[in-house]
T-cell receptor
Framework: KAGVTQTPRYLIKTRGQQVTLSCSPISGHRSVSWYQQTPGQGLQFLFEYFSETQRNKGNFPGRFSGRQFSNSRSEMNVSTLELGDSALYLC?????????????FGPGTRLTVL | DAKTTQPPSMDCAEGRAANLPCNHSTISGNEYVYWYRQIHSQGPQYIIHGLKNNETNEMASLIITEDRKSSTLILPHATLRDTAVYYCTLRTNTGNQFYFGTGTSLTVIP
């Protein structure tokens, strides 16, 4: 079974620009979560999507948004990039609620904001 | 506010048991304890989870105290490949919202 894939793997942007990251979950997984990882803050939850609806949201500003498509693929968008948005962005997929919710993580997208 | 607290780093001799502690004193009755690990430059990998009973699988054992305010992950025979950052995290049964924190960096020494 193919794992979680994320594209692109590396990205360089400048302040003020916007960026869109993509995540393809494991086949059959309908829940997709996004995390931001930085050396100082560790791994922080951004949001979770299930059946095309945002089900949970972390404590991030509105510049961070996401969506999920009918095939469970998900995208996250960051607008008006700031230097502090430089991070590894991880996507994780899992089965719907009611079963053991092991999250399977992708390799991440490394975003650098200059 | 951090839901879990872990020591920032630990060392363990190869072949010995690695015991990684985690405090979660504000855990709610419907929150599960999950452990993940992250090897440099890879996404986190699931290890084990539990609610209130001790659990064991092929990778590790999880010991949860009776009051559920702390837990210990045990790697019975640590190898060099177990060198990683280990995260203790909580999840409610109402969604996939995990609070990871900054984890424990485990170094297995030859």
């Amino acid at each position: 079974k193919a794992g979680v894939t994320q594209t692109p793997r590396y990205l360089i942007k400048t302040r003020g620009q916007q960026v869109t990251l993509s995540c393809s979950p494991i086949s059959g997984h309908r829940s997709v979560s996004w995390y931001q990882q930085t050396p100082g803050q560790g791994l922080q939850f951004l949001f979770e999507y299930f059946s095309e609806t945002q089900r949970n949201k972390g404590n991030f500003p509105g510049r961070f948004s996401g969506r999920q498509f009918s095939n469970s693929r998900s995208e996250m968008n960051v607008s008006t990039l700031e230097l502090g948005d430089s991070a590894l962005y991880l996507c994780a997929s899992s089965l719907p609620m009611g079963v053991h919710n092991e999250q399977f993580f992708g390799p991440g997208t490394r975003l650098t904001v200059l | 506010d951090a839901k879990t607290t872990q020591p920032p780093s630990m060392d363990c001799a190869e072949g010995r048991a690695a015991n990684l502690p985690c405090n979660h004193s504000t855990i709610s009755g419907n929150e599960y304890v999950y452990w993940y690990r992250q090897i440099h430059s890879q996404g986190p990998q699931y290890i084990i989870h539990g609610l209130k009973n001790n659990e064991t699988n092929e990778m590790a054992s999880l010991i949860i105290t009776e009051d559920r305010k702390s837990s210990t992950l045990i790697l019975p025979h640590a190898t060099l490949r177990d060198t990683a950052v280990y995260y203790c995290t909580l999840r409610t049964n109402t969604g996939n919202q995990f609070y990871f924190g900054t984890g424990t960096s485990l170094t297995v020494i030859p």
